[in-house]
């Protein structure tokens, strides 16, 4: 039956992420699944489809489906719940016949146990096609974060905006572009509508790769506001400028199309080398440098931008994996190594020159608190505040503090897959 291997990888992919704690990006690698490689195109975009799909509303599915197995969920049957879950993702929220969700579900069950479950997960999802529907009214879209992240975002932002950012997650988003030039010409031919940021935003269908001036160069993908950092560096051209831990390169791209001299580090030999694919696709040149940025060390620089390995909690709406493979033991140990790396990347800003320090993530710990303990230790920087017309115009994208602080519910839209943007934090300080 047409779809039935795409649906048996989305079910592994499952479980590769909820059961074994891979990556979604990682379980997607055709070294991890070899039958990857045999799928058809479209094939690949569903499997992608329902596992994000899935990921995006794991807490509703669950909350669902534990309503309707009346005797719950057997023991030790991870597939047999991923085949539940990949057809109530279906049924609920995808544009599949219900008759072909339930039997494909059916089909992989039968596969397991030597099929004892095969009448239960048939039985459920029947029901699903039923009442599912009905029974997501008034259901709390904080169900589908996990209780320890909500409850941190609730105290960091409030009530109402801690909602507003789980709703938000629950959307596939449209596809951000950094354009080098012309950038209204480019929204015309792409169909997409440039935003205060200057980013461009489009509902792709297809591989990003087939968008007309990929080929050229013209841009790259960058989030709106991943895009910003960068831009509170000011202007750039002919400085030295440092690029910390700088894959996948937006940023990089970003400074050398600005006319700095950018030398970019990072640690990982193979994104270095993603990113020097990607400035040769963009006639973009910079230094690349394969190193610890703790271990590393050069002459001071006019500016240094360092975008922190950090949790990535902002960006959820993008990498749907992220809140079930995160711990608060990782929030506190990524603090850990932010303080360390943010020591280094002081030492390498000359007296006058600016540092900027950003993160992707919503955590408190990894952001405010870094540059407050960071004030604490080095009294020769200081905060340099950003305005509003630096960044779009936006005036919630800057703190009291006078830092940037974006949100996932940001950028609202008629279309709720236009709106939004990555939960980005950066703080832009001088050396004295």
């Known amino acids: ?45 569903l499997l992608r489809m329902v596992v994000a799909t899935a990921l995006r509303r794991l807490g509703t599915i669950r909350a669902l489906l534990g309503r309707f197995l ?15 879950i990949v057809g109530a993702a279906q049924i609920l929220f995808l544009e599949v016949p219900d008759h072909a969700a339930v ?18 997960v048939n039985a459920v999802l029947r029901r699903m096609v039923r009442e599912g529907r009905t029974a997501l009214e008034g259901l709390d879209p904080a169900l589908d974060t996990p209780a320890w992240l909500y409850e941190r975002w609730t105290r960091a932002y409030g009530a109402a905006t801690a909602r507003a950012i789980a709703a938000a997650h629950r959307v596939e988003p449209a596809l951000d572009l950094s354009v080098k030039a012309d950038a209204e010409s480019w929204a015309a031919r792409l169909g997409g509508r440039l935003l205060p940021t200057g980013s461009l935003r489009v509902e792709a269908h297809g591989p990003v790769t087939a968008l007309p001036g990929y080929a050229e160069g013209a841009w ?92 990535a909690t902002g960006t959820i709406r993008r990498h749907p994996d992220i809140p079930w493979l995160r711990r608060l033991e990782d929030v506190i140990a990524l603090a850990a190594v932010q303080a ?36 604490a230790r080095r009294l020769d920087f200081e905060r340099v505040p950003i305005r509003p017309a630096e960044v779009g115009g936006v005036n919630d994208f ?26 980005f934090y950066a703080a832009r300080l001088r050396r004295r």
């Open 340 to 375: 360390r790396l943010l020591d280094r990347a002081t030492e390498l800003v000359r007296p006058g020159g600016l540092l900027v320090y950003a993160t992707c993530s919503l955590e408190p710990e990894e952001n405010e608190a870094q540059i407050d303990s960071l004030f």
């Open 70 to 84: 009346e005797r719950g969920l057997p023991e030790n049957t991870p597939r047999i719940e991923a085949a539940l």
């Open 398 to 423: 800057v703190n009291a503090a006078g830092d940037l602080r974006t949100l996932p519910c940001h950028l609202p839209a008629p279309q709720p897959r236009l709106s939004g943007c990555d939960g």
């Open 1 to 45: 039956m047409p779809g039935v291997t795409a649906r048996r990888l989305a079910a592994e992919v499952l479980i590769q992420v909820l059961h074994r704690r891979r990556p979604l990006d990682e379980a997607l690698d055709h070294s991890t699944l070899p039958d990857l490689k045999a799928l058809a195109e479209r094939d690949r975009a």
């Open 220 to 311: 790259w993908v960058q989030d709106a506001a991943a895009s910003l950092p960068a831009r509170l560096l000011g202007e750039v051209n002919g400085l030295r400028v440092a690029d910390l831990c700088a894959a996948p390169g937006g940023k990089t791209a970003q400074l050398a199309a600005a006319g700095a001299r950018v030398t970019a580090i990072d640690r990982s030999p193979a994104r270095l080398k993603r990113l020097a694919e990607n400035l040769s696709r963009l006639k973009l040149a910079a230094e690349l440098v394969a190193a610890d940025v703790a271990e590393w060390h050069a002459e001071p620089f006019d500016a240094v931008l360092f975008d922190a390995p950090c949790t």
């Open 103 to 120: 039997d494909l579900s059916v089909r992989l069950a039968r596969a397991e146990s030597g099929g004892r479950y095969a009448g239960l």
